[in-house]
């Protein structure tokens, strides 16, 4: 029985020939023998096999020393998957041998496909790797050198771009650690001297570009982005401290930014414009003309608290005058707030109190919906 003679089968290694034999025929013996055993019974048979398969196992695992990593790993694995065989062997499958081979070689394989390289590189730089390597060492016994890469390349008829790819990517088989220390007695770390990616450092043109830029803005413009930008105010609490309206600061806010960002664009900056050369849209604008016995008031920019005082006496002047119509033309008016309609509706009531007609007209459909909540309802143009 395989129980008594498994102990002097197993004190030397089975000859290279004799020895499959042996090893297929213990594991027929293993398996008669636990054929009728339970479960928990079967562990010194399943060792004492285990234990006469280790020599086939070492053989196995020395066919891939040299690759990099140390006999005694790869050893281990090999015997990993000899047990492994052990536990999944099926008799009437074949040969125990064979298919304790491919799960030896197998396990070994994933070994160095999952557990050896430090980064991941290529199946087909990680082959060329390899023949490379082979190619190294047989061209250094017969050069007494170590070859180039042209020899290299003759020799396995490969563009040298591919050779010097593949001895590239060697290196991250096992990149050096972070942490590993520099060396003597100082307590520094390689990773100490890897300097790091500064996000900063790409906005220094831009930050002194701005910086410049910015002093050419008047005070208080340069004083409200500050507030803003900086101080992190809101542009209610800007408009507070200024003691003009929130919709005023977003106007200064918007006009600020937009030549800014034209400066940063152009070579040379554009001068601040006051409004004299170019109109500013959020701007009020509002004007009076007689139009034979018509009187139009024309309304143009955002009218706010600003504004309102500038649009509700336009519009008293208006109406004072007796004429057959007043006419306010909005058709350039991009918004009221409470201060406006405020004054439209002064108006309104004393053109009713005058008996002089007003008519609004050309309502932008954003300032048509303000006006209609209100109760100024505008003509349909």
């Given amino acids: 029985m395989f129980g008594q003679t498994s102990t002097t089968t197993t004190t030397t290694p089975p000859p290279t020939d004799r020895g499959l034999e042996d090893l297929d025929a213990a594991a027929m013996a293993y398996a008669a023998r636990i054929a009728g055993l339970p479960p928990e019974r079967r562990g010194e048979a399943r060792e004492d096999l285990v234990r006469f398969a280790l020599p086939f196992a070492g053989r196995l695992a020395r066919r891939y020393r040299g690759r990099g990593e140390p006999l005694e790993d790869l050893e281990q ?24 081979a491919i799960t030896i070689v197998g396990e070994i394989k994933r070994h160095f496909r999952d557990r050896t390289w430090g980064v991941h590189v290529p199946r087909r730089l990680r082959d060329l790797i390899l023949e490379v390597g082979q190619a190294t060492a047989a061209l250094t016994s017969e050069l007494s050198r170590a070859p180039s890469v042209a020899e290299l390349s003759a020799r ?27 060396g003597g007695e100082s307590s520094a770390e390689f990773g100490d001297l890897v300097g790091e990616s500064d996000n900063a450092l790409e906005s220094v043109d831009d930050r002194v570009t701005v910086s410049g830029l910015l002093h050419r803005l008047p005070w208080r413009e340069r004083r409200i982005l500050a507030m803003r930008f900086y101080g992190n105010q809101t542009q209610a609490e800007i408009a507070a401290r200024f003691g003009i309206s929130q919709m005023h600061v977003s106007r200064l806010l918007s006009r600020a930014l937009t030549w800014l960002r034209q400066a940063m664009l152009a070579d040379a900056p554009p001068p601040w414009q006051n ?41 008293l002047e208006a109406v004072t005058g007796q004429p057959s119509e007043v006419v306010v033309d909005l058709v350039g008016a991009g918004g009221f707030d409470a201060g406006g309609i405020a004054a439209l509706m002064a108006g309104r009531d004393a053109a009713e109190r005058t008996g002089v007609p007003l008519r609004l007209t050309r309502v932008q459909p954003a300032v048509r919906r303000s006006l209609t909540a209100a109760g100024l309802a505008p003509a349909r143009d």
């Fill in 275 to 315: 409004g004299a050369a170019e109109p500013d849209p959020g701007k009020t604008r509002i004007s009076v003309k007689q139009n034979g016995d018509t009187v139009v008031v024309e309304v143009g920019g955002e009218i706010d608290r600003d504004g309102a005082d500038q649009l509700r006496r336009a519009m």
């Fill in 77 to 100: 694995v090999a015997r990993l998957g000899l047990v492994n065989a052990v536990d999944r062997y099926d008799p009437e499958r074949g040969s125990f041998t064979a298919y304790a």
């Fill in 156 to 182: 396995l008829e490969t563009p040298e771009e591919e050779i010097l790819a593949a001895l590239e990517s060697a290196a991250g088989y096992s990149p050096a650690s972070l942490n590993a220390p520099v």
